[in-house]
Antibody, heavy 120, light 111 residues
Framework: EVQLVESGGGLVKPGGSLRLSCAAS????????LTWVRQAPGRGLEWVGH??????????DYAAPVKGRFTISRDDSKNTVYLQMNSLKTEDTAVYYC???????????WGQGTVVTVSS | QLVLTQSPSASASLGASVKLTCTLS???????IAWHQQQPEKGPRYLMK???????EKGDGIPDRFSGSSSGAERYLTITSLQSEDEADYYC?????????FGGGTKLTVL
């Protein structure tokens, strides 16, 4: 059974930083693309960025609103992907979901989400 | 620009059928999409992938009441024999080599 378990959410002041983690199991982690998706209160789903598998280049891509502030990294030895969020803004307040997909395929699996609140 | 367009809301009666639409930007009309369901106060779950030829591949445990189809740049999700638990937000999603895109979502009300 595929499991994606996010952690690290919380309350942070504007301008602050937070690191989210997503521990994965039930699939071959190193072959997967891990994608972060967020949902602001009362809003729809928004792609944040993804980490490609090493065989597909191992790089990360980001949505325009977070580019330069957020960094996605992964540790294939720990089956874990991270989302480092810096220079946080109030508009980054959302539930952050860790998801699994791969090259040429849609998101197939979702974590339960972790809540990030950016407020003074 | 890769864009998905969905109607904000839809409604249908208990036991009836409903067809939700997701429209791709015209230059991306051959793209496949996925449908995801988000029930109230829950996280999303993957329903199916719909290809441009109308074929679809459902996720594990998705009931036969759910099916997908295509016509041109439009991708559809049809739900038959509507049940109360089908009341949810439905999102379409597509992808490129360096991007993922979501539609704005359709809120389905079961009357």
């Amino acid at each position: 059974e595929v499991q994606l378990v996010e952690s690290g959410g919380g309350l942070v002041k504007p301008g602050g930083s937070l690191r989210l983690s997503c521990a994965a199991s039930g699939f071959i982690f190193k072959k997967a693309w891990l994608t972060w998706v967020r949902q602001a209160p009362g809003r729809g789903l928004e792609w944040v960025g993804h980490s490609k598998s090493a065989t597909d280049g191992g790089t990360a891509d980001y949505a325009a609103p977070v580019k330069g502030r957020f960094t996605i990294s992964r540790d294939d030895s720990k089956n874990t992907v991270y989302l480092q969020m810096n220079s946080l803004k109030t508009e980054d307040t959302a539930v952050y979901y860790c998801t699994k997909d791969r090259y040429g395929e849609p998101i197939h699996e979702w974590g339960q989400g972790t809540v990030v609140t950016v407020s003074s | 620009q890769l864009v998905l367009t969905q109607s904000p809301s839809a409604s249908a009666s208990l036991g009836a059928s409903v067809k939700l639409t997701c429209t791709l930007s015209s230059e991306h009309s051959r793209y496949a999409i996925a449908w995801h369901q988000q029930q109230p106060e829950k996280g999303p779950r993957y329903l199916m992938k719909v290809n441009d030829d109308g074929s679809h591949e459902k996720g594990d445990g998705i009931p036969d009441r759910f099916s997908g189809s295509s016509s041109g740049a439009e991708r559809y999700l049809t739900i038959t024999s509507l049940q109360s638990e089908d009341e949810a937000d439905y999102y379409c999603q597509t992808w490129g080599s360096d991007i993922r895109v979501f539609g704005g979502g359709t809120k389905l009300t079961v009357l």
